[in-house]
């Protein structure tokens, strides 16, 4: 019935041009739009799907992880784009049992996050 490798996530936000310009433009994310909606290109064959939403509500979880190999370095070159980080510490960093995260949010208030994996 379905096929593996195919299956894809998406969120809403309350305006695609503005999605669209902090995801293409702040994040650097390579991304296709198409028909109102966005299309994420995070690797070949896996994507997220953006969609604006009237009435549109931020989740209360975070909706797109992002691995990264130093959080305190995409800390710093992401609120260099002016992204803002949720204040968890001095730094804005998480750091629990080895594990270094940090949270922020697009401009629909949607939480996403960096993650520090090797």
């Known amino acids: 019935m379905f096929e593996y490798g195919k299956a894809f996530s998406g969120f809403a936000v309350n305006d695609v041009n503005s999605a669209r310009r902090f995801y293409g433009t702040t994040l650097q994310l390579p991304l296709t739009q198409d028909r109102g909606r966005l299309r994420l290109e995070l690797a070949p064959q896996n994507h997220v799907l953006v969609y604006e939403k009237a009435g ?47 949270w922020f949010r697009d401009p629909s208030g949607n939480i996403l996050s960096i993650l520090e994996q090797e």
């Open 56 to 102: 549109h509500a931020p989740a209360a979880y975070t909706v797109l992880n992002f691995p990264v190999q130093d959080v305190a370095a995409a800390v710093q070159e992401l609120s260099g784009r002016g992204v803002v980080f949720e204040l968890l510490g001095g730094d804005g960093i998480f750091r629990r049992a080895g594990t270094a995260m940090a």
